[in-house]
C-alpha cells in the first residue's frame, strides 16, 4: 500500500511544476523511508532527483512500489489545489491509479492513470566538487532573468571569495557580482577558480519553484555538469545541468 | 563554437 498526507498541497504543487518543466514522465519509488525519483530530460542535458523523507509528510505508510506518472496530467491536476487545501496521495492498486486528494472543507478525488514506467530508474552519477555556493534563491533567480535579456547562455564563474554569472550578447552585457560579503550568499567555498558555460532556458526551468527565503546550493567545476539543490516543504530537489563547452 | 553536452558524458 501507498497512502501519504502532505500539509499544503500549494507547496507540492511548486514541486510538481518545477518536474513537469523538464520532464514528461517520472517514476517515484515509495518504500517506508520516503518518496524518491530521479530522472533526465528527454535530451539528457538536465537531470532531476527528487527525494521527500517520510518526516515532511503529515501521515505516511508505505511498502515498495513504483509509481509511473505522467506528469502534464499530474501538473494539471495539482493546479487545482487551493490554499489550506491538504494533499492526499493513495496507491488504488486494483485500478492502477494514482489518487490525489484535496482535503479541505470535503475531499476532492481525481484518479490519475499510471504509466508502466518499471525498469526506467536513472542512476545519478557521483561528481566530485571543490566550489560550492550558498546562494539566497531569490537572488540567484533575479539574476538570471536579468540574464536572459542579453543572451541565451551564461558562465558561471566562483572564487574563493566571488561568485559570478556573466551573459554576453552580440552588443550588450550583463554580469552579477556576489561576494561573500553580500547579503545574498550566505557561503562560498572552494580553493581555485572555476567556470563551466550553461543554457539559460534549462537554468530558468529549474529555479521555477524557488521563492523568497528558499536557500539554493551550487557545485560548480571546469565545463563540469552545475548542481543545483534546495528544499520545498520538505521536498529536497536536486538538479544536474550538461554544460556548454568551446568546439 | 559552443557545443551543448549531455549528461551521458559524466556517467
Given at each position: 500500500m501507498f497512502k501519504a498526507k502532505l500539509e499544503s498541497a500549494k507547496e507540492f504543487k511548486k514541486v510538481v511544476d518545477t518536474m513537469a518543466t523538464l520532464l514528461d514522465e517520472i517514476c517515484l519509488q515509495v518504500n517506508e523511508e520516503g518518496v524518491r525519483a530521479a530522472a533526465m530530460d528527454p535530451s539528457h542535458v538536465a537531470l532531476l532527483s527528487l527525494n521527500i523523507p517520510r518526516i515532511a509528510f503529515e501521515d505516511y505508510q508505505a511498502d515498495e512500489h513504483e509509481i509511473g506518472i505522467e506528469l502534464e496530467a499530474f501538473k494539471k491536476i495539482m493546479n487545482r489545489a487551493k490554499a489550506k487545501d491538504k494533499l492526499i496521495l493513495e496507491l488504488d492498486e486494483e485500478r492502477n491509479r494514482l489518487n490525489v486528494i484535496f482535503e479541505n472543507q470535503g475531499k476532492r478525488k481525481f484518479s490519475l492513470s499510471l504509466l508502466d514506467l518499471s525498469g526506467a530508474t536513472t542512476k545519478v552519477p557521483e561528481l566530485e566538487y571543490h566550489n560550492v555556493i550558498t546562494i539566497k534563491g531569490d537572488a540567484l533567480k533575479e539574476a538570471l532573468k536579468d540574464a536572459d535579456l542579453i543572451s541565451d547562455h551564461v558562465i558561471m564563474r566562483a572564487s574563493p571569495y566571488e561568485f559570478k554569472i556573466e551573459a554576453k550578447g552580440d552588443l550588450n552585457d550583463f554580469t552579477a557580482e556576489f561576494s561573500?560579503?553580500?547579503?545574498?550568499?550566505i557561503s562560498i567555498e572552494g580553493e581555485e577558480e572555476v567556470k563551466s558555460a550553461f543554457n539559460l532556458e534549462y537554468l530558468l526551468d529549474m529555479v521555477k519553484?524557488?521563492?523568497?527565503g528558499d536557500i539554493v546550493k551550487l557545485y560548480l567545476g571546469n565545463d563540469m555538469p552545475l548542481k543545483m539543490e534546495y528544499s520545498l516543504a520538505g521536498c529536497e530537489l536536486m538538479f544536474l545541468l550538461a554544460p556548454r563547452i568551446e568546439e | 563554437k559552443k557545443k551543448q553536452l549531455t549528461l551521458d558524458a559524466f556517467f
Open positions: 561573500s560579503e553580500d547579503d545574498a550568499i519553484g524557488v521563492s523568497k | -
